[in-house]
């Protein structure tokens, strides 16, 4: 429950985020352009801009041209002086990366690939090097972590991880929550993709948004008006558990013919495996199978064929998405992703025999173009959009702010 | 975009509707409570409790007795002093309702069941009706609509209809949009009905909440921690046209397998024709035919058998909701819900089969008890709720609140 009096302490906090995400989304701006868009007085302007040039937060440009021949002082975000971690957790995949507040990776250690044996010396492993980058680093304010859904966020463990079923003993919250320095922000991992596209990508900023992660799970992370969309306990979103054939084959989770079953990597894998195509792939990661096979796209029917099949279920995953959530735009990303344009060819015939026009046409299906792995990047993103949104709570231990 | 300085007067509309909010949730309440829960001074109390007790939508009741033996005064909504009057358009079945603010139901007229041919002299003879309703009772400030979806919010229009077309080239907006001396709000149905489930009734309160409706249609509205899940274009949470084989029978949206074919209401009325288990069923509206056969349940295993067949899809929906948006309370209406317990008993079978056991347990399935239609009580929901959050665009005409 609130305290009385807290409204005007968290109306402050708020005027503050707005004007950092507004200097993160549109970049430099002059005070009267703040004040314009947000609608707050120059007063409040005034008074909230020094505060956090005080944090450092944000810094003062050189002069900007103005309307009417005006010129004032531009603001930027600093976004370099304050630094996130993320860390991703595939199934065998673990990376660790160092971000700005901007989403630039900085660095990124991928860690040896995990089987079910090695789960609990990988935690481990995880928690001294995110350990070390924080010794080394003491701009670094807070930690994000993604993980494979459906993930319980206040259980703090994951309810059901189809082939390789040992990430479900771990709980997040008892293993990191205290562990370090910094906070700690645990996200489902397509959820915390959808946040990077929309925090970090340019070609992605609308306000309804799905990312849709077929990496070795099946994934979906939705924003609709600028809401996540998370369900009661977490689990919301998760199509890679969406039955495509409620008569298919049983799943792990208790359903029958998920989507997962038949568009993951690790499916994908197992094709590439069955047909031979590429040699020694039994012994491949389920990515570098999965790239393998991309590098041989339009040298032959075989090659094309088989991504054509795994993509027309990508597609259903799409027109699924579509008369779910409606979004504005689908991003894909992940290991399938780096298929490409065949890829999105295919997805994009089976959403327009699948979907009613009006919406087939006013949905834009694209693929992630991050700089760095979305996942890894949606990571660093949930520690960054609690900066943006409570910024003193970061800062203020260092340096308080003006009151 | 928001003007400068209308920050000010959207902060006391905001404080005013979460009173009245408050008040329509709590029931009677003091002042120094409604204080403490929204976190407001006392002067700010006194002074919003003022005008709106002027705009006559609250009143004083006798004291009450508070907390240390103190006496204060109660507050309480005027639930009955403004109605709305709700119109659900089905396929068939159209009716109109006058409502108070509490959701009670005053007076409801059905209309003639519509064929495709009768639509143009449907819709005037809509217009004719809420005119006379609104000739007779002053106090009506708002109309709210309710629309087989997917409802094209910006269009007016629905994109598709399965197996009444002629409703596609209705335009809602260009019909309704300044037909009347109120304003006019018109909402998908079940996302009508999942607002009249949070306004209108005390057993399903959550801010997690599914109401998966069941008729001639198969439609879902889904509120996440509190927001109305939309879309982009208003066609989000459209489950009848998500696919539960991707190889079924083509559907007219273009899709496959549509849970819809498998569960409505129309697809029950042709079962029941071909079993030949009911007179003269053949010449019976869908729903009537449904309603006989559902006397007829636990007689014989015939009738018992069909329903559990129907229930079974109606129960891979319920899969298919939490996997998609993992809701607290899935409330089931309209047609199909009222078969009653037996209906509920195989949708939970299901559910338990098919859902990780964490989200099974912690997702309560429960049958629309509301006195009225649900899409009906919904359609008077979307427009109590405009009247809920900004009292004063409603009311000012009459008599102007006091600044």
Same mark, same amino acid.
């Given at each position: 429950?609130?305290?009385?009096?807290?409204?005007?302490?968290?109306?402050?906090?708020?005027?503050?985020?707005?004007?950092?995400?507004?200097? /993160?989304?549109?970049?430099?701006?002059?005070?009267?352009?703040?004040?314009?868009?947000?609608?707050?007085?120059?007063?409040?302007?005034?008074?909230?801009?020094?505060?956090?040039?005080?944090?450092?937060?944000?810094?003062?440009?050189?002069?900007?041209?103005?309307?009417?021949?005006?010129?004032?002082?531009?603001?930027?975000?600093?976004?370099?002086?304050?630094?996130?971690?993320?860390?991703?957790?595939?199934?065998?995949?673990?990376?660790?990366?160092?971000?700005?507040?901007?989403?630039?990776?900085?660095?990124?250690?991928?860690?040896?690939?995990?089987?079910?044996?090695?789960?609990?010396?990988?935690?481990?492993?995880?928690?001294?090097?995110?350990?070390?980058?924080?010794? !080394?680093?003491? #701009?670094?304010?807070?930690?994000?972590?993604?993980?494979?859904?459906?993930?319980?966020?206040?259980?703090?463990?994951?309810?059901?991880?189809?082939?390789?079923?040992?990430?479900?003993?771990?709980?997040?919250?008892?293993?990191?929550?205290?562990?370090?320095?910094?906070?700690?922000?645990?996200?489902?991992?397509?959820?915390?993709?959808?946040?990077?596209?929309?925090?970090?990508?340019?070609?992605?900023? #609308?306000?309804?948004?799905?990312?849709?992660?077929?990496?070795?799970?099946?994934?979906?992370?939705?924003?609709?008006?600028?809401?996540?969309?998370?369900?009661?306990?977490?689990?919301?979103?998760?199509?890679? /558990?969406?039955?495509?054939?409620?008569?298919?084959?049983?799943?792990?989770?208790?359903?029958?013919?998920?989507?997962?079953?038949?568009?993951?990597?690790?499916?994908?894998?197992?094709?590439?495996?069955?047909?031979?195509?590429?040699?020694?792939?039994?012994?491949?990661?389920?990515?570098?199978?999965?790239?393998?096979?991309?590098? /041989?796209?339009?040298?032959?029917?075989?090659?094309?064929?088989?991504?054509?099949?795994?993509?027309?279920?990508?597609?259903?995953?799409?027109?699924?998405?579509?008369?779910?959530?409606?979004?504005?735009?689908?991003?894909?990303?992940?290991?399938?992703?780096?298929?490409?344009?065949?890829?999105?060819?295919?997805?994009?015939?089976?959403?327009?025999?699948?979907?009613?026009?009006? !919406?087939?046409?006013?949905?834009?299906?694209?693929?992630?173009?991050?700089?760095?792995?979305?996942?890894?990047?949606?990571?660093?993103?949930?520690?960054?959009?609690?900066?943006?949104? /409570?910024?003193?709570?970061?800062?203020?231990?260092?340096?308080?702010?003006?009151?």
């Amino acid at each position: 429950m609130i305290a009385p009096g807290s409204t005007h302490a968290s109306m402050a906090e708020l005027n503050r985020s707005r004007i950092i995400r507004l200097l /993160h989304l549109n970049g430099v701006s002059s005070r009267a352009h703040i004040a314009r868009e947000l609608s707050l007085t120059p007063a409040a302007i005034t008074k909230i801009t020094a505060q956090l040039i005080d944090m450092g937060i944000i810094s003062e440009t050189g002069t900007l041209d103005g309307i009417k021949k005006r010129r004032s002082i531009g603001l930027k975000l600093n976004e370099s002086k304050y630094r996130v971690i993320g860390v991703k957790f595939a199934r065998s995949i673990i990376q660790i990366g160092v971000f700005d507040l901007g989403g630039n990776l900085e660095s990124v250690q991928t860690l040896p690939p995990v089987n079910n044996d090695d789960i609990p010396g990988t935690l481990e492993d995880i928690t001294v090097r995110v350990n070390h980058l924080l010794e !080394l680093d003491p #701009s670094i304010v807070a930690i994000g972590m993604a993980v494979p859904g459906p993930y319980l966020r206040d259980e703090g463990r994951i309810a059901v991880v189809t082939s390789m079923i040992g990430w479900q003993n771990v709980n997040f919250l008892d293993e990191y929550e205290h562990a370090f320095r910094v906070p700690v922000f645990i996200e489902q991992d397509a959820r915390a993709g959808a946040l990077a596209q929309s925090l970090f990508n340019p070609n992605a900023s #609308s306000n309804n948004l799905a990312y849709y992660l077929v990496g070795e799970g099946v994934g979906l992370g939705l924003m609709d008006h600028g809401n996540l969309i998370n369900g009661e306990v977490g689990a919301a979103t998760e199509i890679g /558990h969406i039955s495509i054939d409620v008569n298919g084959e049983p799943c792990e989770c208790g359903n029958r013919g998920c989507l997962e079953r038949y568009c993951s990597a690790v499916r994908m894998h197992r094709i590439i495996d069955e047909s031979g195509l590429i040699d020694g792939s039994a012994s491949m990661t389920h990515a570098d199978a999965c790239l393998a096979l991309f590098s /041989h796209l339009g040298n032959g029917d075989a090659y094309d064929k088989l991504l054509h099949d795994l993509a027309t279920y990508v597609g259903y995953g799409c027109v699924m998405i579509i008369n779910a959530f409606n979004p504005r735009q689908i991003v894909i990303g992940d290991i399938l992703s780096q298929a490409g344009q065949p890829l999105l060819d295919t997805v994009k015939q089976v959403v327009a025999q699948r979907v009613i026009p009006t !919406l087939s046409e006013s949905t834009e299906i694209l693929l992630s173009d991050l700089p760095a792995d979305a996942t890894l990047s949606g990571a660093a993103a949930v520690a960054a959009a609690q900066f943006l949104e /409570h910024p003193t709570e970061f800062v203020e231990q260092q340096e308080p702010p003006v009151s």
